[in-house]
């Protein structure tokens, strides 16, 4: 016999609400204020708790009796069989909402109905249950309302807006489930479904970038939750849960290595930028989620963003943050951002304040009244109109320019067959042939999550001008080796990565590098791997080790392979292709960790979050770990950087450090191992009598790619066996 619901939500969600409830199966669906009313069996209910993006609790109710005045609500209580529901040696609270017009205290109410459960299982057993307001084993939900008393089981136990992901909170977050609604307004499904990434300018503690992640990969909202207020039910059915949980768990497994990495999010606060970071891990959405401390003046659209998305955001309002003249501005910038880095875009804002909401300067397509909290909102949609004014034509190149653009056309024509042959994506097209243009130039092919056509990228990294070179022409030259690149390559300056050096107190370096966020995802060797051309002077993906990590790959079957120094752990993935029985990736940057991790999540290979993983990801310096750790390894993979300093570990330097490194790797090589070392620095000298315990080949020459023959001292390499 089908059982009755009502599942509470917030204002102004409850049409959403029906939907979503008669989406999970549930019958006879209709809304009430703040909630919606449907019928079914355990499981829909179950599936409720389960699946439902916007209730913030489900109730049962068990008893509905008159209750004029608190004596009556007593008896009514006492009549209800409380042992069908728990035992004494479990324990219980009471919530208590509404009033009658003999009672209008609510914790009066739940006084009232918790003595009358105690009483009973005293007068039944001799003992009575124990208060637990925090997760108790059932809570008991009691309605007041026209003269009448209902009583419920709460299956929740806890709001359902508790996802279980957010441990810090901004200066004013969003619920959850708020945040879901807005999502649901916004039509978020359909642009994500269109090939669409979301951006949150202002995105707090992350709420509306993670609520889209798991909109998206279709994982259950209640998924991650360790607690509902049905498991100490005694109606509880355990092998029931058991597979619906089973079912999410496998739906979620499959939508996150669906999940396109499409989520921006953006905030001027440190601390809760912070925050967001820890919820996306928590959420285990990390992977996916691009965070960046960026002011709303720096904002743009993510180069990665090339089909219409959505830019969605909760931005201050007076009432929630304190009244400020400054909002107005604002609310106009970012109208304004909008219009000009989001043509054909969709945007939706909330706000409480009619002024601001004006402010933005945009006719919104539709309105929506939503409730934060107690307070009122609008929830505007807006359509940002496609920009299609005529581009100017441009000047032609200088003599110079069409010298380095019919040299890198000429590189092109002769090295892209070689990589079509090898099937190589990602390779070096031009190394300062020209001395005048000091640069290296590299293109990666980005592969579209969206199944769209592979679009080339370029990445141009200036090298330092000879101090005889003057400064302006040497900035001249660069924007003309820009162009002429851009020209010769067929790709549109938007899709050009411009590190350039700059002259300072104690010489060249890098000036300030961008912090967007942004990844592409390329293809190498059958393997997928995602690059950042912006925020690093490195990409994530060292061109010139291509062979070596061929030669991992083909070493690693059946192997316990060890990465140290392991980036954004590209050659783990090659072993885990190669068929390792199991890989560790050791490294002291936890950005580079969750880097690691979603490269090894996009090729099908499970995370190092678990004990039992075959696939580990282990914080640490390499030196420390060789020392504390006792697990023994067929081969290793040592790629050290030149010199490093950390305030976690001891200062490297691979000229004076390497030997003792290596000879910690032999302590951990298992018999027949080898270990693969490189590096870079051009002025190395391995210090083969300090390792004289093994055998040792210098494979540098082999393992120097096609593309970077012109400069064979890109970095050295040797086999290292114990003898």
């Given amino acids: 016999m089908p059982k009755a619901f009502f599942a509470t939500c917030p204002k102004g969600l409850e049409y959403l609400l029906v939907d979503e409830l008669k989406s999970l199966g549930a019958g006879e669906v209709r809304e009430a204020l703040a909630g919606v009313h449907f019928s079914g069996g355990l499981e829909t209910g179950y599936r409720a708790c389960l699946w439902s993006r916007l209730a913030s609790r489900v109730l049962m109710p068990i008893a509905e009796f008159p209750a004029d005045d608190g004596d009556a609500l007593y008896h009514g209580a006492l009549g209800v069989d409380w042992s069908e529901h728990f035992g004494a040696d479990d324990t219980f609270a009471v919530d208590a909402v509404g009033s009658t017009k003999g009672i209008t205290h609510t914790q009066f109410a739940a006084l009232r109905v918790k003595d009358a459960v105690v009483d009973q299982f005293r007068e039944r057993v001799g003992e009575r249950p124990s208060v637990d307001t925090e997760r108790p084993s059932v809570r008991i939900n009691l309605v007041l309302r026209k003269g009448q008393a209902i009583l419920g089981i709460d299956l ?54 993670i609520e889209a992640a798991l909109m998206a990969a279709d994982i259950a909202p209640g998924l991650r939750r360790d607690y509902f207020g049905f498991l100490g039910w005694r109606g509880h059915d355990a092998p029931l849960w058991k597979t619906l949980h089973d079912e999410a768990q496998s739906r979620a497994r499959a939508g996150a290595q669906a999940l396109r990495p499409v989520f921006f999010g953006f905030d001027r606060d440190a601390g809760v930028l912070r925050e967001a970071v820890h919820n996306a891990q928590h959420a285990q959405m990390s992977g996916f989620i691009h965070l960046g401390r960026q002011t709303l003046e ?32 604002l609310y106009r910038l970012l109208g304004a951002k909008l219009k000009s880095e989001f043509p054909g875009w969709h945007a939706s804002v909330i706000t409480s304040d ?28 807006f359509e940002i109109a496609a920009a299609d004014a005529p581009k100017p034509e441009p000047k032609p190149l200088s003599a110079g320019a069409q010298m380095v653009k019919n040299r890198i056309e000429k590189n092109h024509r002769h090295l892209r067959k070689i990589a079509a042959r090898e099937g190589v994506e990602c390779w070096r097209v031009y190394d300062a042939d020209l001395p005048e243009y000091a640069a290296a130039i590299d293109i990666y092919r980005e592969h579209p999550r969206d199944g769209g056509a592979p679009l080339d990228w370029l990445h141009v990294q200036e090298y330092a001008a000879p101090a005889s070179v003057d400064e302006n022409l040497a900035r001249t030259r660069l924007r003309e080796l820009v162009r002429a690149a851009g020209e010769a390559l067929d790709v549109p300056r938007e899709r050009i990565a411009l590190k350039q050096r700059r002259r300072g ?25 995602l690059v950042n051309l912006w925020d690093y002077l490195d990409t994530g993906l060292f061109l010139d080790h291509r062979p070596l990590r061929a030669r ?25 292709h190669g068929g390792a029985a199991e890989t560790t990736s050791v490294d002291l940057s936890q950005t580079y960790l969750e880097w690691a991790t979603r490269n090894l999540a996009l090729n ?3 995370d190092g979050s678990g004990r039992g993983s075959r696939h580990k990801l ?25 010199f490093s300093n950390s305030k976690s570990a001891a200062d490297f330097d691979v000229q004076r450090d390497h030997a003792r490194l290596l000879q910690l790797c032999g302590e951990r090589l298992l018999p027949g191992g080898a270990i693969l070392f490189s590096n870079n620095f051009r002025r190395f000298k391995l210090d083969e009598a300090a390792l004289g315990g093994f055998d040792i080949r210098d494979i540098g020459a082999s393992t120097i790619p096609f593309d970077f023959e012109r400069d064979k001292r890109i970095h050295q390499a040797w086999e290292l066996r114990k003898k």
């Fill in 156 to 209: 929740a136990g806890t709001p359902l807006h508790q996802r279980g992901y957010r441990l810090g909170k901004g200066l004013a977050p969003l619920k959850e489930n708020l945040a879901a609604g807005m999502l649901l307004r916004a039509g978020w499904p359909a642009v994500y479904a269109a090939g669409g990434g979301l951006v949150d300018p202002m995105c707090g503690s992350g709420t509306l970038l």
């Fill in 298 to 329: 720096h904002l743009h659209r993510p180069q990665e963003a090339t089909t219409p998305g959505l830019v969605i955001c909760n931005p201050p309002y007076g009432e929630r943050m304190g009244a400020d003249a400054g909002l107005r501005d």
């Fill in 354 to 381: 009619d002024d601001l909401a004006h402010a933005i300067g945009l006719r919104a397509e539709k309105k929506y009244k939503l409730y934060n909290g107690a307070l009122e909102c609008v929830f505007l949609n």
């Fill in 505 to 529: 107190k104690g010489g060249e370096k890098y000036g300030n590098l961008d912090h967007r966020g942004e990844f592409i995802e390329v293809g190498e060797g059958g393997l997928r791997f």
């Fill in 552 to 576: 991992v790959r083909k070493l690693a079957r059946d192997k316990r392979f060890l990465n140290l120094f392991c980036y954004t752990g590209s050659v783990s993935v090659y072993a885990a």
């Fill in 604 to 606: 099908g290979f499970a």
């Fill in 618 to 642: 282990v914080r640490s310096d390499a030196a420390g770990f060789l020392q504390n750790h006792s697990a023994m390894y067929d081969l290793i993979f040592v790629d050290p950087p030149t």
